[in-house]
């Protein structure tokens, strides 16, 4: 009892079904906001929903239409509404981190030998 106990208090665990929870919310919140732009768009110009449609007496082709078209909306939102945010605030932030830490002595030793060897211009002969 004790090992089950001790996986599901991992800190992990709580994370993936954190993130889990998280996501499934944000699916909701895409999922109306696809829904949105799926009555805009028919709006403009014609109901984007092919579940009728049936070529070649295919009845499976039209659904599928239907739920590429929400896909790609549903992509395109995710990319520009989270993804490239994200990645500009990361690179924001990220870039002020590495100027504010000083160096770890590895790095510090290494430097100063990149230096000394770079300086030095015929090598010393082996004792």
């Known amino acids: 009892m004790k090992g089950f106990k001790d996986f599901v208090m991992r800190g992990n665990l ?11 919310a944000f699916g909701a919140v895409v999922t ?3 829904k949105v ?4 768009l028919a709006k403009a110009g014609g109901a984007p ?3 009728q449609w049936q ?6 082709v039209g659904p599928f ?8 909306i549903l992509a395109f939102v995710v990319y520009f509404f989270v993804v490239k945010p994200y990645e500009a605030a990361k690179r924001r ?15 510090v030793l ?14 010393r002969p082996l004792a």
């Open 14 to 24: 709580v994370e993936i079904a954190v993130a889990f929870i998280i996501g499934a």
């Open 32 to 34: 109306g906001f696809t």
């Open 37 to 40: 732009v799926i009555e805009l």
């Open 49 to 51: 929903n092919f579940d």
């Open 55 to 60: 070529p070649g007496g295919l009845v499976s």
């Open 65 to 72: 239409l239907t739920a590429l078209v929400a896909f790609l």
């Open 93 to 107: 932030f990220s870039r002020g981190a590495e100027q504010d830490a000083a160096p770890d002595e590895n790095t």
């Open 110 to 123: 290494l430097r100063e030998i990149r230096d000394a060897l770079v300086r030095r211009e015929e090598p």
